[in-house]
Structures are given as structure tokens and as C-alpha cells.
């Protein structure tokens, strides 16, 4: 059974950073896409950062271009969002997802493509 779990969000000020983590377990597969999403109150959820564990494949939307950066340790079954220069309209539930699958550019930001989830770990940015 897969398992992900979400840590390091918080509260912080405009400005300020944090580092998300999502530690993975019951992932069989060695070509994963992986993904970083967003929802905030109201709003449908939406895609940040996405991974292709297969070729260490990154993609960004187009708020966390320049800002943030995403990465993958495979010995620690750990996917990373370091997150920069943080503003208050990226408060929300960050979640982490992942699918034994192919992704790209095209396809990474597609929320209903991934069959497994986290329970999200909050994000809170004080302007």
C-alpha cells in the first residue's frame, strides 16, 4: 500500500522560505511522476511543482518558476518543494501525489492523473 506523507509546512512571512518534504513508501515502481499541489480555501487544487523520477525530470507552474525548486532523493524515497521568496497568495494545503507513470510538461499538472495523495501539511504566508 502506498503511503505519503507530508511535513515541514508552517507559518511565515512574506518573503520568508520553507521546505516541504514528502516521504514515500509502497512505491514499487522506480518511474514515478510525482507532484507538489496547492489548494486554498475556495479554490480548486492546483499544481506547483511536478517530478519524473525516471529521467530526475523537473517542472514548475507558472507560480513557483524562478522561486522554487523541486527535487527527489531516491534513496530516501523523499520528494523536496524548497519554496523562496514565499507570498501570501501561496497560503493554502500543499499535498504531495504520485503515479506510477510517465508525465511531461504537458501532463504533470493534471491532479486527476494521480491515483495517490497525502493528507497535505498547511501553508500559511503573512503579508
Known amino acids: 500500500q502506498v503511503h505519503l506523507v507530508e511535513s515541514g509546512g508552517g507559518s511565515v512571512q512574506a518573503g520568508g522560505s520553507l521546505r516541504l518534504s514528502c516521504l514515500a513508501s509502497?512505491?514499487?515502481?522506480?518511474?514515478?511522476?510525482m507532484g507538489w499541489f496547492r489548494q486554498a480555501p475556495g479554490k480548486e487544487r492546483e499544481g506547483v511543482a511536478g517530478?519524473?523520477?525516471?529521467?530526475?525530470?523537473?517542472f514548475y507552474g507558472d507560480s513557483a518558476k524562478g522561486r522554487f525548486t523541486i527535487s527527489h532523493d531516491h534513496a530516501k524515497n523523499t520528494l523536496y518543494l524548497q519554496m523562496n521568496s514565499l507570498k501570501p497568495e501561496g497560503t493554502g494545503i500543499y499535498y504531495c501525489?504520485?503515479?506510477?507513470?510517465?508525465?511531461?510538461?504537458?501532463?504533470?499538472?493534471?491532479?486527476?492523473?494521480?491515483?495517490?495523495w497525502g493528507q497535505g501539511t498547511q501553508v500559511t504566508i503573512a503579508s
Open positions: 501525489a504520485a503515479d506510477p507513470q510517465d508525465c511531461n510538461s504537458g501532463s504533470w499538472h493534471r491532479a486527476l492523473a494521480y491515483s495517490h
Open positions: 509502497g512505491l514499487s515502481y522506480s518511474m514515478v511522476c
Open positions: 517530478f519524473y523520477t525516471g529521467y530526475g525530470t523537473p
